[in-house]
């Protein structure tokens, strides 16, 4: 039986569903200051998005700390917490399993600054207005 390729890559509704309700909870307890490490309580930290993997073992949290500063520290400091992190997730969701939780830097505001950038090169200003 042939295998239907057409999906390929693309997240499911569930996928998006369950790394959005994960990513809300997320930023809410580091809002909230709810996890029991001082130091990753005293930052301010944006969870810009969740992917979770299809199997639904896996989330990936794209964060950043606000203002850009510490980004390295902010890493580390959720690597150290995700065990409680993810218990926490566990309980206030309510999943049957809750992902395995990943940490990563949130590129998109780098991108979208090296984008702008480049629009602002006079080269590229002149080959769009031809």
């Known amino acids: ?16 569903r369950v790394g ?24 301010s930290i944006t969870v810009g998005e969740v992917r979770v993997s299809k ?12 203002g850009g500063e510490g980004k390295d520290v902010v890493i580390e400091l959720l690597a150290r917490n995700k065990y409680e992190l993810r218990k926490m997730i566990g309980k206030k969701i309510g999943l049957r399993h809750t ?3 990943r940490f990563r830097l949130d590129q998109t505001f780098d991108q979208m600054d090296a984008t702008n950038e480049m629009f602002a090169r006079a080269e590229v200003k002149r080959d769009l207005e031809d």
């Open 1 to 16: 039986m042939a295998k239907n390729n057409s999906n390929d890559g693309a997240p499911t509704q569930r996928m998006l």
């Open 20 to 43: 959005e309700l994960i990513r809300r909870t997320l930023a809410q307890m580091l809002m909230q200051g709810e996890v029991h490490d001082p130091d990753l309580n005293r930052l």
């Open 55 to 66: 199997d639904l073992k896996i989330a990936t949290a794209y964060v950043l700390p606000l």
């Open 99 to 101: 992902p395995d939780l």
